[in-house]
């Protein structure tokens, strides 16, 4: 039930993704970060099974981190995005990891770009895209309203409808959603969707309120 999204603006890349780790039909927790800061300037929104994805995804980041030291330089995303796609196309003939990525990334001679990579190595670099049983209402959604000169607000909102068409749709729907931006000035969390929290807060407010009529 695990939901990760991605949106290309004018000069940004959002990423998005659930916060929730689940196993069959229990929740153990709802603050777990899907969206891996993987240097200055890249995110990688990632899914699937939770030790392969928490695995795989600090495997990249440290590599990158590798290279920039060996070489002085980071990898352009793109290059990322080719490098992500080997290592999953290798352990596709040995032990594969089960996870799907959606990279986000800024350069300074390309600006925002964002790549869809699957499982099975499958590499795309694409405008707007989800994985996850989410994808299901998200790609409807961003085929009407996404459009590429999209400012931060307008993405953000695009997420938020995606968001909001999840949580009312889907059966067994995931509750609280990150969001991290990437741009000229970095990568960094943007904001954090929260119903549980809100859900809890209320019903706090109404207990109190119950006991003080009840008084």
Do not use: W
Not at 11 to 37: G, N, P, R, W, Y
Not at 44 to 66: C, W
Not at 131 to 138: D, E, I, L, V
Not at 192 to 200: K, M, S
Request: proline share 2%.
């Amino acid at each position: 039930m695990e939901c990760v999204l991605g949106v290309v603006g004018r000069d940004f890349a959002v990423v998005a993704a659930d916060t929730s780790a689940v196993q069959s039909i229990l929740v153990h927790k709802t603050d777990e970060d899907k969206v891996m800061v993987l240097d200055s300037h890249k995110l990688m929104g990632a899914s699937g099974e939770p030790g392969d994805r928490v695995q795989f995804t600090e495997y990249i980041q440290k590599n990158l981190h590798l290279y920039q030291f060996r070489n002085t330089t980071p990898l352009s995303t793109a290059a990322t995005a080719n490098f992500t796609r080997g290592e999953l196309a290798t352990a596709l003939r040995k032990n594969p990891y089960m996870v799907n990525v959606i990279l986000g990334g800024y350069d300074k001679d390309v600006g925002a770009s964002l790549y869809y990579i699957d499982y099975i190595a499958t590499l795309h670099k694409i405008d707007k895209g989800a994985f996850g049983y989410g994808s299901y209402f998200c790609l409807s959604l961003m085929d009407k309203l996404y459009h590429p000169d999209m400012t931060v607000e307008e993405a953000v909102d695009l997420v938020d409808k995606c968001i909001k068409e999840i949580r009312l749709r889907l059966v067994v729907a995931p509750q609280n959603f990150v969001i991290k931006i990437v741009d000229k000035d970095g990568a960094r969390e943007y904001a954090r969707r929260e119903l549980v929290g809100d859900n809890a807060s209320a019903s706090a407010s109404a207990g109190a309120a119950a006991t003080t009529v009840a008084a």
